[in-house]
């Protein structure tokens, strides 16, 4: 099968950081939207580059779509799946680690947000992601997880399923199922809205590019 991997669009939290070239003169980014539950949505620039990715998968054949239940993936997943035709599959697992403070939707709530989204039968109303800091080893067994139902439902087909996911997390889930070891958690960085393609085999994996931007003009490369 094809895997196409899919980092969110820029997000209030990243454009936050310190030296972004976006911040307004009080600190805060211009554009940015937070939900209120206090999940950091996209920021215009983000949005934008979700547009832009979506318009970009549309020639590969993609399938199924599944995204993290977090805001920033699920409107770049939003963008993909009305440009492909595609309902969102939303997949908890896929979440970047959370740090406990603040609130993320619950299952109502993106039910609400998103109609139309196949919510998993386990996944709890008030569910979390993983929090901070989860164990690298841990992650890693997460990262496990996905593979392994990935592998379950199409390693021996044709299919082409796109994950719309995280950076951190996403540099993991790379690893694992390319069977690299743990040595950190950026071993494969990736732009905003970057796709990385992972050609799974039985038994093997091969990766086929990573982290492709050609898709965003430079100053919505970020």
Known sequence: MHLYLIRHGESGGNAALPGHP??????????????????????????????????????????????????RALQTASEIGARLGLRINVWPDLAEFWDGERNVLTRSEIARRWPGVILPPDMPEDWKPARL???????????????????????????????VGHGTFGAILISRILGAPPCGYTRFSQHNCC????????????????????????????
């Open 22 to 71: 976006e911040n307004g003169p009080s600190g805060s980014p211009r554009g940015a939207g937070t939900d209120a539950s206090g999940d950091p949505a996209l920021t215009d620039r983000g949005v934008q580059q979700a547009r832009l990715v979506a318009d970009a998968v549309t020639q590969m054949g993609i399938a199924v779509l599944y995204s993290s239940p977090l805001v």
């Open 133 to 163: 800091p989860e164990d690298e080893s841990a992650a890693y067994e997460r990262a496990a997880r996905i593979e392994q139902a990935v592998r379950a439902r199409c390693e021996e087909t044709e299919a082409r399923a796109a994950l």
């Open 195 to 222: 796709i990385s393609l992972i050609e799974v085999l039985p038994g093997r994996a091969k990766l086929v590019y990573h982290n492709r931007t050609s898709h965003l003009p430079a100053d919505l490369i970020t």
